[in-house]
């Protein structure tokens, strides 16, 4: 599974939180999300890849990444990450 960043139309980090406007509406992201965005950066990269790099960073959750596809699932809900099945 591969994620990619979409375009929003404005974002200030604050401490380690990102508040994102997307379309009309204001969204403030947990530091998890907001890293995950931020590794995401421009580019295209595996959800192993950013999963890996997360639980560097915040620990690993544990549950066999039920915690990281539920993240992704609500980034994607709020129209902030596109998922591919490109390989």
């Known amino acids: 599974m591969r994620l990619r ?3 929003v139309v404005d974002e200030v980090l604050l401490d380690d939180e990102l508040v ?7 969204m403030l ?5 907001s890293r995950l965005l931020t ?7 595996t959800l192993a890849e ?8 915040f ?3 544990g549950d066999g990444g039920a915690a990281m596809t ?3 699932e609500a ?6 990450v596109v998922v591919s099945d490109r390989v």
């Open 20 to 26: 994102v406007m997307v379309g009309l509406q204001v």
């Open 70 to 72: 539920a993240q992704v």
């Open 39 to 45: 590794l995401l950066g421009g580019e295209e990269r």
């Open 5 to 7: 960043r979409t375009p």
């Open 75 to 80: 980034l994607v809900a709020g129209g902030l």
């Open 59 to 61: 620990g690993d959750p």
């Open 29 to 33: 992201l947990s530091p998890l999300a």
């Open 50 to 57: 950013v999963a890996d790099e997360l639980a560097a960073e």
